[in-house]
């Protein structure tokens, strides 16, 4: 073993007591073909004396070299060796706190990944053959740039070409992580810093450990990144020694005795649902409001877990739509400061990665891939704010399909294939395109979103601002108020933040007598439609079920009662009855939510395309208008009807316009 400078030797009695306590990774490192043996800092904390543990820190990259070779020399084949499982108290860090103090040291951090780039080969030494003496030489090459001689070493000569003739590669990988929503404080934004991993860190069977939205922890060494326009500002990278995967969510945030002591007694009041409705966005007032904030916080402790072969989503999503001012952004940035893990992002300046995840150009290595996680990604067992959805574009809109309702996306571009979770509830709202909502008109003629995304929401609501003397009396009055004293919600956003933590741990079952009333439910409320009127689907018989579990899971109960699905029939239907009543009929038509088209404007699209079939026997360079609303007549449809119908049968494809007002069927 060769000696070094900068950092003392290793004595063999300490390399030979690590050796030895390390048999069972020896062994598993022979009989599996590892590229790596992975020390447990447990097993060799008991030979560390202070001096050593001081080279572990601060000489890291030495210390692990120096174990390397001695493994090497015992196993007689080369030996990479790396260590995990180091104790907090040994230089844990949040991200934001690294500092230029830690350069070449050993520290650890916890993240959750954000991009992840292919991985590819790097050229770690280049071997030289200098023209004028014939001598060969190695040169290393650092911060991911061929460093080119401009000496030889062997004959010390300055003159002379230096022709390349080799060179040594690894595998390596890059990872932006950022801070997990447990480490950020209020206000703060997300620290980010990229990860290098090197060689057996990138092996395929480490794929599953660094795909985007997963949380690790990373043991390594932190070092500067030269940009090569010589600026003086660094930026730091850390270089891993290794990375395991962390189950850890904002779940298992640590809440202390006193907190949890606080929330049972909450639990226990009879009001606790419009407690802690109450403290959602409380400078917003109104009937309307107080509806819409007991979902919400339905929404943010969100359903129970089921077995596979049912429907597994158990997130809630939310659609507010409504005219503008009425309080709809407001609403949706308080919701995302209180909620556990959330993001809050526009619709208008949002791409698809902001969203979901896209695979694009890697800007530091570059010709490579990198896939780049979005907001549902990072958020998976959280919440996403998503205002003005109605303004994302066909593409974006597009990417929301899987995440909705499988809980993943599929990626699969550029040699990348992956399979990523989201398994988020969205909170989203929508302007009408027209200006103002219009009651008399259905949600798909006035929100630029299609069915298919409108009808994964489990809860729609609209906001009108209309005339209402009491209402608007009561609003003043609590906005003035508000002028001269502070207005304090019933519960601070820290201990509301703990008791949904804790709410969403609960797994509440069923019992026969709440599963009897959903049953009950649902085959009345089909049976009394008519024979052409679908008034609800088994699409909102699992918003239901998701909306009474999170209503027992709000109250810490072990069970869903009667009074839950109760409060889930009640809500499903003011929505219902918001968005799903047929103008026509004025009952419930689930046909306009789920396709857009209600069942009395299907059988008139199907009446008037049958009249144009008919009438193309006689025209058959295409049916003049006048013809088609003349013999619509013979069927008591309206005029206005007719032409609004014409219009949708040409936007659907099933006509097209063969002259001036003249029609003809495909």
Known sequence: MDNTKEVEILDLGFLGQIFDASKEEIEKFIKEEEKA??????KIKPYLNNKQLDLLLNKTEKFLEQISMYFSERLDRKVKVRIKNLPESLRYLRIRDIRSEHKDKLIQVEGIIKISSEVRPFIIRTKYLHEDCGGEFWVENKNFVIEKPKKCPICGGTKGKF???????????????????????????????????KEDLCEPRMERKTLPGIRVKIYGIVKELKSSNSKAILDLYIDAIYIETVDKDVEDISISPEDERKIKELAKSADVLNLIAGSVAPGLYGKQYEIIKKAIALQLVSGGKRKRSVDERKNIHILILGDPGVGKSKLLKYVSEIAPKSKYVVGVTSSSVGLTASVRRDEIFKGGWVLEAGALVLTSGGLVCIDELDKLSTEELQSLHEAMEQQTITIDKANIHATLRTETSILAAANPKFGRWDKMKSIVDQIDLPPTIINRFDLIFVLIDEPNPQQDETIVNELLKGLREERKPPLDKDLLRKYIIYAKKIEPQWTTAALDIVKDFYIKLRSSSGEDTIPITTRQLMSIIRIAEASAKIRLSPIVTEDDVNLAKELLLYSLKEVGINPET????IDIIMSGISSTQRQKLSKVLDIIKDLQKDFPDGVPLNEILNESKKYNLEEEKVRETIEKLLKEGYIYESGEKKYKAV
């Open 163 to 197: 022709i390349e003739t080799d060179h040594e590669t690894i595998d390596i990988q890059r990872l932006l992580i950022e801070e997990p929503a447990d480490q950020i404080e209020k206000g703060e934004q997300p620290a980010q810093i990229t990860v290098i991993l």
């Open 586 to 589: 004025n009952r419930l038509d």
């Open 37 to 42: 043996i992975v020390l447990d800092y447990e």
